[in-house]
């Protein structure tokens, strides 16, 4: 109780020195006067907070040192020792001379009680410019020229930038001086340095006509297969052939005999006629293919070329 006496009285007194300074507007000291004035009221009433906050606006509105001590004061009562230290320090230093000597003395007393109430956090934030705060109060931005003064017990440091935040709630006591990192999460552009790389050739897309070497392969197999069957059905034309003869030269031989080994004999003649100029056909179409790099358009099926022989006729089927 002595204490708050003591502190209302200084308010009091300040409050009869008014908050001036020769560079302000008359609506900025009138602002500043009343301010002070409802910050000592709410001082009075026990409203700390309120008080805290008028005092604050009155400095802003018109800057005056002797502000100072009332804010130091107030934030003591609400046990923000490092607002309390902070402001102690600038009322000294800005009052200079003009701080009585006893007044300076009771100052530094207290400020020696304060710095053991206090720690101090050196941060480092990963992003240049990031907002730092301390329990949701701005103190500047990175990178910070030096520790953050904070008060003794659990605080919550964030830095905030580009709409990305991170934030560690940490417990310091008095005296401490912990090194603490924010880490931002960040996104850094692809070098563009580096050389472009260049596409791979795709192959030219398929229109069903297939490749030459392909229709060469497939040409060359219908050849060979057709000069197969023209030796095969010329050597039983020759058979039959020989067979006709010896029917002509046989005794006992009749007419029908003579007949059929005649009509075999024609039959696989015109077969190995047909099979041969086939297969000439089927070279040449090869051998275009072959230079020219065309082929013929893709079927939904095989080409197969496939003869069958009997003592009775010669059978031949085939696709392309």
Known sequence: MKRTLSILAVLVALGSSTVARADNSPEALAEGRS????????????DFRAALIEFKRAYDAAPNYKVLYNIAQTSLELQDYATALKNFEKF????????????RAQIVEEMDRLG?????????????????????VSVGKA??????????????????????????????????????SLLLETHPLP?????????????????GGGSSHTGAYVGLGITGALTVATVVTGVVALGAKSSFDDTLARRGATPQDVDDARTRTRTFALVTDVLGGSAIVA?????????????APKKEHASFVQVGV???GVDVQGRF
């Open 310 to 312: 009997s003592p009775w």
């Open 191 to 207: 070098p563009t340095d580096l050389p472009t790389p260049t596409p791979t050739p795709r192959p030219a897309p398929d229109d």
């Open 116 to 136: 053991k109430r206090v720690a101090r956090v050196a941060v480092e934030v990963n992003v240049t410019g990031a907002e730092v705060l301390v329990d949701d």
């Open 92 to 103: 000294l230093a800005d009052g200079g001379a003009d701080v009585p000597a006893a007044r």
């Open 143 to 180: 990178p910070l020229s030096e520790p953050i003064v904070v008060s003794a017990g659990r605080r919550r440091l964030t830095a905030t930038f580009d709409g990305k935040s991170t934030t560690r709630v940490i417990d310091v006591a008095g005296g401490d001086t912990p090194k603490i």
């Open 283 to 295: 070279g040449a179409v090869t051998l275009i293919v072959a230079l020219t790099g065309k082929s």
């Open 35 to 46: 301010r002070f004035q409802r910050g000592v009221e709410f001082y009075k009433e026990g």
